[in-house]
């Protein structure tokens, strides 16, 4: 069993940064794949980053492309999203999510995540 707890959201203002942490529990979290996903009100939740369980490889929605950055230490059982740049369409709830994963790839669906921490928020004022 895991859990997931995020951490680092807040309100700044456009153009600023933001690192979010997911601070994983359980022994076997350097081989779970893990992603970071987001929910703004009234809307579908959506797929922001993923990573493999090795860190070698990632994945990104095309609104991250270029301005976030998901990278994760295993050895603290932590994944980060580090936004910058952020707009006020980035406000949002966002979510770590995780799953065992056997090959060192990446998943970038809700539906193949089985863990989910319970959300920071994140809100950039224009």
């Known amino acids: 069993q895991v859990q997931l707890v995020e951490s680092g959201g807040g309100l700044v203002q456009a153009g600023d940064s933001l690192r979010l942490s997911c601070a994983a529990s359980?022994?076997?979290?350097?081989?779970?794949?893990a992603g970071w996903f987001r929910q703004a009100p009234e809307k579908e939740r959506e797929f922001v980053a993923a990573?493999?369980?090795?860190?070698?490889?990632?994945f990104y929605s095309e609104s991250a492309k270029g301005r976030f950055t998901i990278s994760r230490d295993n050895a603290n059982n932590t994944v980060y999203l580090q936004m910058n740049s952020l707009k006020p369409e980035d406000t949002a709830v966002y979510f770590c999510?995780?799953?065992?994963?056997?090959?060192?790839?990446?998943?970038?669906?809700?539906?193949?995540?089985?863990?989910w921490g319970q959300g920071t928020q994140v809100t950039v004022s224009s």
């Open positions: 359980g022994r076997t979290f350097s081989s779970h794949a």
């Open positions: 990573v493999s369980r090795s860190g070698d490889k990632t």
């Open positions: 999510a995780s799953r065992q994963a056997w090959l060192d790839t990446f998943y970038y669906t809700g539906a193949s995540y089985n863990y």
